[in-house]
T-cell receptor, first 115, second 115 residues
Framework: AQSVTQLDSQVPVFEEAPVELRCNYS??????LFWYVQYPNQGLQLLLK??????LVKGINGFEAEFNKSQTSFHLRKPSVHISDTAEYFC?????????????FGTGTQLKVEL | KAGVTQTPRYLIKTRGQQVTLSCSPI?????VSWYQQTPGQGLQFLFE???????NKGNFPGRFSGRQFSNSRSEMNVSTLELGDSALYLC??????????????FGEGSWLTVV
């Protein structure tokens, strides 16, 4: 079985400061990792995904994440946040095997960007 | 290209009633998945359909069911509604199933309130 842990439920940060949202996963097989963002009253939007290859993945809106297999982590980072980045961020994992497209999500991290 | 479309966006039902939610995937996508999002349980996988066949099912009671039509549109049904079924129901679509190259796109969701 797979699981995802997002260590911080809320992260406050000032505008133009850097931010890191932490994600750790647990799985007995090779996995694929994703970060989604959810703005208020909206669905989920894919920020980035790690399937294979380079461990540093760049996504939309200036976000990037680094896959670390030894630490089973996939932390999301942005060097300078904007007020519009205020949203909830979800880390997810899938092995795309017999389970098809099933994603297992973490509990989410609320990013609040303050002026 | 239109995204994943869910209808209705908001609805209120009475305990004991049943509800049907609809999802139109992105054109050409054959896989449709459903997720339930609540403040207490977070994002949980309900089921996935691919080419009109259920591929996988999450840990939900039999009151939750779904189906997929030949045009890939999908519906999910919840019978004998309980207060705890109040949630945001998210539909997601992708081209294939069980492939690591998949990108999974989400709709805006249907907000169900059970009173």
């Amino acid at each position: 079985a797979q699981s995802v842990t997002q260590l911080d439920s809320q992260v406050p940060v000032f505008e133009e400061a850097p931010v890191e949202l932490r994600c750790n996963y647990s799985s007995s097989v090779s996995v694929y990792l994703f970060w989604y963002v959810q703005y208020p009253n909206q669905g989920l939007q894919l920020l980035l995904k790690y399937l294979s290859g380079s461990t540093l993945v760049k996504g939309i809106n200036g976000f990037e994440a680094e896959f670390n297999k030894s630490q089973t982590s996939f932390h999301l980072r942005k060097p300078s946040v904007h007020i519009s980045d205020t949203a909830e961020y979800f880390c997810a994992v899938s092995d795309f095997t017999g389970g098809g497209n099933k994603l297992t999500f973490g509990t989410g991290t609320q990013l609040k960007v303050e002026l | 290209k239109a995204g994943v479309t869910q209808t209705p966006r908001y609805l209120i039902k009475t305990r004991g009633q049943q509800v049907t939610l609809s999802c139109s995937p992105i054109s050409g996508h054959r896989s449709v998945s459903w997720y339930q999002q609540t403040p207490g349980q977070g994002l949980q996988f309900l089921f996935e359909y691919f080419s009109e066949t259920q591929r996988n099912k999450g840990n939900f009671p039999g009151r939750f069911s779904g189906r997929q039509f030949s045009n890939s549109r999908s519906e999910m049904n919840v019978s004998t509604l309980e207060l705890g079924d109040s949630a945001l129901y998210l539909c997601a679509s992708s081209l294939w199933t069980g492939s690591s190259g998949n990108t999974i796109y989400f709709g805006e969701g249907s907000w169900l309130t059970v009173v």
